[in-house]
């Protein structure tokens, strides 16, 4: 993922705040930066918050980032930090005022120790020794890895769900990636969507039934999870495009 520069190179006075205070200090005692943006409405936020940034091991891990809280709509929010989507969002950010990984939606315990994991290794720092692998960041400024969570956003703003069936190891799947969901028009047809990204056999996929026989496969639902369409296999762009108005139809 290509690293994102923060508007945060402004004249000290005029920065205010708890997160200013944060990454002020981050920049004197060069110090990453963990940033945890909520909303006041977002029931999954308080269960992030309550469970798995409460946890032992999650503490452990990001003992060595400065961490904060902030909301989504604060004016810090919006002068500092990237366009924020979706709530739950956790960003990484170097002493540099880089951003190195960006999270959406709630995580357990496991999957977001991944994530700092993550972070750690862009960062040049020593990881946790609890976690073996590492996670995929493709396009995470689109993308939420949590069905519950991406089926509250939706509820709150209107919008319908596109749930992609992953396998990192398909060329399909990679082909699909990078040429399919990055095509412009495609990314216009899917504006009233919400992006959730979840792998083939995970347990985030087996919780919700979402288990193709093929990956990628791409399941087309309502905010409260019925079905609308559900598109097995690869599809180009020309093809995919053909899928999403068909889910809009049953809308």
């Excluded at 269960?47 to 604060?74: G, P, Q, R």
């Excluded at 976690?131 to 703003?157: G, H, I, L, N």
Aim: aromatic letters at 12%; proline letters at 3%.
């Amino acid at each position: 993922m290509n690293k994102i520069t923060l508007f945060l190179f402004v004249p000290i006075l005029m920065v205010a705040g708890d997160l200013k205070d944060t990454l002020l200090k981050a920049k004197r005692e060069h110090k990453p930066i963990m940033v945890y943006v909520k909303a006041e409405k977002c029931q999954y936020c308080a269960k992030m918050k309550k469970t798995t940034l409460s946890d032992s091991k999650v503490k452990e891990n990001i003992k060595d980032f400065l961490f904060v809280i902030t909301d989504k709509n604060s004016d810090d929010a919006k002068k500092y930090l990237p366009s924020t989507r979706y709530t739950p969002t956790v960003y990484f950010i170097s002493s540099k005022f880089k951003v190195v990984n960006t999270v959406k939606g709630y995580l357990g315990k496991e999957d977001f120790n991944l994530w700092i994991d993550d972070s750690k290794m862009k960062l040049g720092m020593n990881s946790s020794t609890h976690v073996t692998s590492t996670v995929s960041t493709t396009k995470s400024d689109v993308w939420m890895y949590d069905v519950e969570s991406a089926k509250d956003y939706a509820r709150q703003t209107g919008k319908q769900l596109m749930v992609y069936v992953d396998k990192e190891a398909s060329k399909w799947a990679r082909k699909m990636r990078k040429e399919t969901f990055v095509e412009e028009k495609v990314e216009n047809a899917l504006s009233e969507f919400v992006w959730v990204k979840v792998q083939k056999g995970s347990p985030e996929a087996k919780r919700y039934g979402l288990n193709p026989k093929y990956a990628p496969s791409v399941y087309f639902m309502r905010a409260d999870g019925t079905s609308l369409a559900t598109a097995e296999g690869y599809f180009g762009p020309k093809d995919f495009l053909k899928w999403i108005a068909y889910a809009k139809s049953k809308i």
